[in-house]
């Protein structure tokens, strides 16, 4: 599942969880007010640390990119330089008569 699917269902979550709670509240309004109140903070937190878990991980995406990266450009440099002295080599036994 995407993490940005779950981030999705999580504030669709909180925000019909908050509506329902103003709908079905028993308490006067301030303290439904206030529950709303530390829900929405709670709510807050949760995607806080949600957001950070997706950072740590587009950051270690990102730095495996990069190693696969260098591994690609080093390993190509690598083929082109054997091709060119399989290359060299090919000619210089044409030009002493070898094939």
């Keep these: 599942m995407k993490k ?3 981030i999705l269902g999580f504030l669709a979550g909180a925000a019909a969880g908050a ?6 509240a028993p308490d006067e309004g301030i303290k439904t007010r206030k529950k709303l109140q530390m829900k929405g903070s709670r709510a807050i937190d949760d995607l806080k640390d949600k957001a950070y878990i997706l950072a740590a991980y587009a950051n270690e ?3 495996e990119i990069d190693r696969l990266s260098d591994k690609v450009e080093t390993t190509m440099a690598q ?5 060119a002295d399989r290359v060299s080599s090919k000619i210089a036994d044409l030009k002493n008569g070898k094939s």
Excluded: H
């Design 4 to 6: 940005s699917n779950i």
């Design 19 to 24: 509506l329902l709670g103003i709908l079905i």
């Design 61 to 63: 995406v990102n730095n």
């Design 79 to 83: 083929a082109a330089f054997d091709a």
